[in-house]
């Protein structure tokens, strides 16, 4: 049973991995037809970097803070995982805004103890789960959707038309193990 564990720790860690896959262009002009993401090619770049400067400040600024993730789309910032305290979790929100080019923080964090390695990689598997639906149905630009699954709740993220953002949250909202959906998308039509 404990080998099953880590085994399926591991797959849902490399299979968390795959969401940074989606955001890279490929093909064609970025953003154009052919990619894999409609986001331009800087915009993706500046993601990461903003990113990399939210959890290096959150990091200097909280370091009693417990699992902080942060996730940038489109300039928009998703803090996700636990904090020790209320105080923490406000000042994570305050921390981040300072980031250049941030537009938008959403702050998801809740206040309590970091979760288990079993608790992540049922996220992880959550979040596989949601993508492969994505992919496999035509009403949704599945590459084109970034997936965060934190203690059962998933955040779409993406620049999205508006039945694709209906189609996107049925499926996630019907996954297994989903407890809760929020979307975050930003609507292109």
Request: proline share 3%; net charge positive.
């Amino acid at each position: 049973m404990k080998k099953k564990l880590i085994h399926l720790a591991l797959a849902g860690l490399a299979l968390s991995q795959l969401h940074a896959c989606s955001s890279m262009p490929i093909g064609g002009e970025a953003g154009g037809p052919g990619t894999l993401d409609r986001r331009t090619a800087g915009a993706v770049i500046g993601d990461q970097e903003i990113e990399i400067r939210a959890r290096n400040r959150l990091r200097e600024a909280l370091p009693q803070a417990g699992s902080v993730s942060v996730t940038s789309y489109n300039r928009q910032l998703l803090l996700t995982g636990q904090v020790p305290d209320e105080a923490a979790r406000a000042q994570a929100t305050e921390v981040v805004k300072g980031v250049p080019e941030v537009r938008n923080v959403f702050n998801e964090l809740s206040v309590s103890g970091v979760t288990s390695i079993a608790s992540s990689a049922n996220d992880a598997a959550i979040t596989s789960q949601v993508k492969t639906r994505l992919l496999a149905d035509k009403r949704v630009p599945g590459t084109k959707i970034k997936v965060v699954t934190e203690a059962g709740v998933v955040y779409l993220l993406g620049l999205v038309k508006r039945a694709e953002a209906v189609a996107a949250t049925e499926i996630a909202r019907t996954t297994s193990g989903v407890t809760r959906v929020v979307v975050l998308f930003e609507f292109i039509d």
